[in-house]
Each structure stands twice: as structure tokens, then as C-alpha cells.
């Protein structure tokens, strides 16, 4: 079965950088398709960005786009979201997502396995 554990979450104030990691366990990386979603209180769960198998196809919100960089080391079995330039609208649950077949990349219903996120607080 496949398994992701999200790490790398905190505490930053705007305009500051954080990067989360996604290990991910139970089946070979480069056959899943990876996204990140986030979560904020009272607002429903939202595609952030996604990045296929290779590498070499990406994908992210408006509200991202600039700031935010995903990637993936497959011999590590990890994804990792670089966020930049943080923004408090940014808090939020960070989640990350595995699936086999994508095609638009940032809907819910696309992926098949979930980890249990972390937390991202960006203060003013």
C-alpha cells in the first residue's frame, strides 16, 4: 500500500521561505503522479501543484505561481515544495497526494492516496 508522510512545516513570517517534503513508501515514485494540496480553517481543500512522473511536467495555482517550486528525487523516494516569498493567505494544512492517472493535476478526486499534512502558519 502506498504511504506519504508530509514533513517541513512551521512557523514564518512574510516574505519568508519553507520547504516541505513528502517521503513516499509502499510503491516506486517514478509511477506516481504527485500533488500538493493545502487547507485553510473554514475553506475547502485546494490544489497547489502537481508534477508527473519524470519531472518534467508542472503545474500550479494562480495564486502560487512565482513563488512556490515543486520537484521531485525519485531515487529518495521524496517531493519536495519549495515555497518562497510566504504570504499569511498561505497558511494553511499542506497536504500531499499520489495518484496513477492525472489529468488535470490539481483536482481532489485525481489522487488516490493522501498523507496527513503539515501545518504552515505565515504571520504578519
Known amino acids: 500500500q502506498v504511504q506519504l508522510v508530509e514533513s517541513g512545516g512551521g512557523l514564518v513570517q512574510t516574505g519568508g521561505s519553507l520547504r516541505l517534503s513528502c517521503a513516499v513508501s509502499?510503491?516506486?515514485?517514478?509511477?506516481?503522479?504527485i500533488g500538493w494540496f493545502r487547507q485553510a480553517p473554514g475553506k475547502e481543500r485546494e490544489g497547489v501543484s502537481y508534477?508527473?512522473?519524470?519531472?518534467?511536467?508542472?503545474k500550479y495555482a494562480d495564486s502560487v505561481k512565482g513563488r512556490f517550486t515543486i520537484s521531485r528525487d525519485n531515487a529518495k523516494d521524496t517531493v519536495y515544495l519549495e515555497m518562497n516569498g510566504l504570504k499569511p493567505e498561505d497558511t494553511a494544512i499542506y497536504y500531499c497526494?499520489?495518484?496513477?492517472?492525472?489529468?488535470?493535476?490539481?483536482?481532489?478526486?485525481?489522487?488516490?492516496?493522501w498523507g496527513q499534512g503539515t501545518q504552515v502558519t505565515v504571520s504578519s
Open positions: 497526494a499520489a495518484g496513477v492517472i492525472v489529468d488535470n493535476g490539481l483536482e481532489r478526486y485525481e489522487y488516490d492516496y
Open positions: 509502499g510503491f516506486t515514485l517514478d509511477y506516481l503522479v
Open positions: 508534477i508527473n512522473f519524470s519531472g518534467g511536467s508542472t
